[in-house]
């Protein structure tokens, strides 16, 4: 079990000090980051509900594992993921993003496979004397199923289950929130950018005075915390977790009272009361916005009053990242519901894009190697805790 950190969740983040920066960021550094991380690391690929049929399936490209793989529900309901690789000349045997399907068959010599990954078929197979179908199957990789949502590791030999990796006190910590709600927007794009510094832009809210005024800085901004605020951290093993507060003052704009009239869920939105559960505001703090929870390594889910968002930042190279951002609220169940929820995929776009610039420069100006080290303060616990756990999962950087 991921036992907590010995720390106050008032506040006290992982250590003072300086950041360094030296290694993080170098195409070397990425080469372990994919050694030691993320082929050693549950990763979070999608939900359930996304395949909901027999024979539902969909491609989900892993760069940063070096594979593709094939995310599909079987004829027993059990949903599976499989290399997408043909045990024959190793060509692809699913060519889709996604689709529903009875076979997958390589389009190189036919040979065909179940919703199982067994092989079922090959042409002449006659000219294979010896060969055993059984034991040349597409290759399975771990699967299972939190929240809703997929998790798929590619170590062969996986040491934990996803609920030993979770650790307890986030398996059991959010008691049914996410599954309460579906997917109603989805934004993606390649940034050049790393990963890290992608994640650490949402992970904190000191930057709401300034990148985010014109959209959401009322909402996170007060008169006594104009930069926001972030409380109640806690570290469970590798993963990390931080309460943000809002404005208790803010005023809700037109088209924001508007939506909440109608029962709608906004940033701002009081009157939904989240789901008690243990991770959920822990300190119950009067002003709650949201709970920042970072899934090690690259998976954001951000509980809100009547909502939640998720970010995943997946690495394509040491200096670019496949970012995905996903909406999920209770299905719009009429004419109000829809505007409801083309308000909200509209609003939190707008403010998610105030944030590239930024990170492309930020980016662009680490090459210089000017600088070895960053200054972090107490509103950024959660961006200090990730660098220490990924240079203790790699075993250098810090």
Request: aromatic share 12%.
């Amino acid at each position: 079990m991921n036992a907590p950190e010995n720390r106050s969740l008032k506040n006290k983040g992982p250590g003072l000090g300086p950041l360094p920066i030296d290694h993080f960021f170098t195409p070397e550094y990425y080469a372990l980051e994919k050694e030691h991380i993320f082929k050693k690391s549950w990763l979070r690929i999608g939900t359930a509900a996304k395949i909901p049929n027999v024979g539902d399936y969909f491609v989900k490209e892993l760069e940063a594992c070096d594979t593709s793989l094939i995310v599909v529900r079987g004829r027993d309901q059990k949903i599976r993921a499989f290399h997408n690789m043909c045990s024959h000349r190793s060509n692809r045997v699913a060519y889709e993003t996604a689709g529903n399907t009875t076979t997958f068959k390589c389009s190189f010599h036919s040979w065909a496979y179940g919703l199982d990954g067994s092989l079922r078929a090959i042409p002449e197979e006659h000219l294979f004397p010896g060969l055993d179908k059984a034991e040349n199957g597409l290759t399975e990789v771990a699967c299972d199923i939190w929240e809703g949502f997929i998790f798929v590791k590619v170590d062969p030999q996986p040491k934990q289950t996803l609920r030993e990796y979770l650790g307890e006190e986030i398996y059991n910590g959010f008691n049914g929130f996410f599954e309460q709600f579906t997917q109603i927007g989805k934004l993606s794009a390649v940034v050049p950018v790393n990963w890290k510094i992608f994640l650490d832009a949402f992970i904190e809210t000191y930057h709401f005075s300034t990148v985010h005024l014109p959209s959401a800085g009322d909402i996170v901004n007060s008169r006594e915390f104009p930069n926001g605020r972030i409380m109640a951290f806690r570290e469970f093993g590798r993963h990390r977790i931080a309460s943000a507060t809002s404005n208790r003052e803010h005023t809700p704009t037109f088209t924001e009272g508007l939506v909440q009239k109608y029962g709608g869920a906004t940033l701002s939105s009081t009157n939904h009361k989240p789901v008690e559960a243990p991770q959920i505001n822990p300190l119950g703090l009067p002003d709650w916005l949201t709970d920042i929870l970072v899934i090690f390594p690259m998976c954001n889910l951000q509980p809100l009053q009547g909502f939640f968002a998720t970010q995943n930042y997946w690495p394509i190279g040491h200096d670019h990242t496949y970012w995905e951002f996903m909406i999920f609220m209770r299905p719009p169940a009429n004419a109000a519901g829809e505007v409801i929820a083309e308000y909200n995929r509209s609003y939190l776009r707008d403010v998610v894009r105030e944030d590239m610039k930024n990170l492309r420069m930020v980016q662009s100006t680490l090459a210089s190697g000017a600088k070895k080290y960053q200054v972090l303060g107490d509103n950024e616990p959660m961006v200090r805790s990730g660098y220490k756990t990924v240079a203790e999962q790699v075993g250098s950087g810090w």
